[in-house]
């Protein structure tokens, strides 16, 4: 009799031992799925913060590149100022020699 409690003890104990191994491979599968998912979040999340760091450094590009242009703009506007007024001091002065001239002939007509 000895020998069947023992066959029985040993019976229940595989037993045992095959349920918890079912169990932590239910575990383990549990907890892989739960991983996959939170890596996917992970990866939404990392996709997302990349995207928005693309568009806040193609912003910066962008008013950067719009900076320049605009300085590059100014700074010719004022060149081009800068010339128009060198150009009508230069008319004024010839409309000035012009003026002197047409008097000095007009007194040599009169003398």
């Known amino acids: 009799m000895m020998s069947e409690v023992k066959f029985n003890a040993y ?10 191994i079912k169990r932590i491979k239910k ?4 907890d892989s799925k739960r991983l996959i998912t939170l890596s996917d979040s992970y ?3 990392l996709r997302a913060t990349a995207e928005k760091s693309l ?22 506007i004022s060149e081009r100022e800068k010339q128009l007024e060198e150009i009508r001091k230069e008319a004024e002065k010839n409309i000035d020699k012009v003026v002197n001239e047409v008097i000095r002939q007009l007194l040599g007509v009169f003398k």
């Open 11 to 20: 019976s229940k104990a595989i037993m045992e031992f095959e349920d918890e």
């Open 55 to 76: 568009g806040d450094v193609q912003k910066l590009l962008n008013d950067e590149k719009k900076r320049q242009l605009d300085e590059i703009r100014n700074k010719y």
């Open 43 to 45: 990866l939404s999340e």
């Open 27 to 30: 575990e383990i599968a549990d």
